[in-house]
């Protein structure tokens, strides 16, 4: 994805914390969204960060920081449901709405 | 619930075949997008439409075109399609305005021999 970047897998065991960090280009930002996408199935939207700090929905937490043009989406309590691939993705100002997606981190839930 | 329904799930078609790929939504929305999708790419957005009748070219719109005649209908449209657009093509739509979240469709995954 364009200026949007974040780890290509990541492995972690039942029930442990994974955190999964995204990077993104500040210019004309507005709003960090995070998406989950089981394997074969369509992107289903889990959270989305417009002003610093933490976000948390159950067991997964998403955060933002503006001035470093960083987020973090974590996981806790991972469940073998869990894996899956994970989308960061960035909104503009200027964009009708159009949003940049990272490539997608995958997440690997091991028993 | 927001639902956005992609015509077929698969797709087998010929090169230089025309190919239209349908994507309805049932919530009113504003905006609606095509994007595909291949390993270590990411989503990739080919077109997008912000009203009916209107339509913007995404990053990648060079073999494609796009038809919206009714709001909740946007159609992908390959005039002739070849190998290298095999691929899952993924339909999505948001509500419009300030609201960005995108709401997407189960894809088709189309293959062109």
């Known amino acids: 994805g364009q200026n949007i970047d974040q780890p290509t897998e990541m492995t972690a065991t039942e029930g442990a914390i994974v955190q999964i960090n995204c990077t993104y280009q500040t210019s004309g930002f507005n709003g960090l969204f995070w998406y989950q996408q089981h394997a074969g199935e369509a992107p289903t939207f889990l959270s989305y960060?417009?002003?610093?700090g933490l976000e948390e929905k159950g067991r997964f937490s998403s955060f933002l920081s503006r001035s470093k043009g960083y987020s973090y989406l974590l996981l806790k309590e991972l469940q073998m449901k869990d894996s899956a691939s994970y989308l960061c993705a960035r909104g503009a100002t200027d964009s009708w709405g159009k949003l940049q997606f990272g490539a997608g981190t995958q997440v690997v839930v091991t028993p | 619930d927001v639902k956005v329904t992609q015509s077929s799930r698969y797709l087998v078609k010929r090169t230089g075949e025309k190919v239209f790929l349908e994507c309805v939504q049932d919530m009113d929305h504003e905006n609606m997008f095509w994007y595909r999708q291949d390993p270590g790419l990411g989503l990739r957005l080919i077109y997008f439409s912000y009203d009916v009748k209107m339509k913007e070219k995404g990053d990648i719109p060079e073999g494609y075109s796009v038809s919206r005649e009714k709001k909740e209908r946007f159609s992908l449209i390959l005039e002739s399609a070849s190998t290298n657009q095999t691929s899952m093509y993924l339909c999505?739509?948001?509500?419009?305005?300030?609201?960005?979240?995108?709401?997407f469709g189960a894809g088709t995954r189309l293959s062109v021999l």
């Open positions: 999505a739509s948001s509500i419009g305005g300030g609201e960005n979240i995108q709401y």
């Open positions: 960060n417009v002003l610093d």
